[in-house]
């Protein structure tokens, strides 16, 4: 059963047969704005970045993977998507990260996932907003482990720019936090550089 995740939840990427989840993608979905219009109702894009931080043991920035840059060892994202569900929920997510730990650079001791609206609608506008963590692929979703529930939860109302979680090592073995924490943010750079190095 997948956890809805709250914030500071820390889950354990183990399965429920005791083998270690080490393949598996962390997806943002998100639907189009639909304005009521006088003769016809009027689309409106919405722009949601899903991007992650990489860092090593000394807490010094190593990459950061997002539409414009969408690969790193073991880390490949699956492209800027410009407008949101157009016709409601189609069930797969906009933007996923697919993340292979096994392939990882060896000096990578943290990950950070972020997300930020590129055109500047806050996060308690875009219809069913969410994120999860999930064993499958960009097009196939075999089991969800995680979920963040971002349209509902009022903590994010007025707000663009949110810092989600991280993976990190304890103990020679990868974890998960939810640190679900938004920020004043306005840019992917300062979300990292002055947001998500508070938390290292």
Known sequence: MAVNLIKGQK???KKDNGAVLTNFCVGANWGAITEKGFFRDKIRP???DLSLAIFDRNKQLCDIVYFGKKAAPGIFHSGD????????????DNEI???????????????FFVLNSYNQIEFDKIPFASIRLYEGTPKRVDRIFA???IANDHTFA???SMILGKLYIRNGEWKFSA??????DRKLDDLVLNSVVNFL
Not at 82 to 91: A, E, N, R, S, Y
């Open 11 to 13: 889950i354990s990427l």
């Open 158 to 160: 007025y707000k663009v």
């Open 97 to 111: 990260i697919t993340i292979d730990l096994s392939k990882v650079a060896n000096n990578v001791d943290q990950i």
């Open 179 to 184: 640190i679900g924490e938004p920020t004043r």
């Open 46 to 48: 919405v722009d949601l």
């Open 81 to 92: 998507d410009l407008t949101g569900d157009v016709d409601g929920d189609d069930g797969l």
């Open 147 to 149: 979920t963040y529930n």
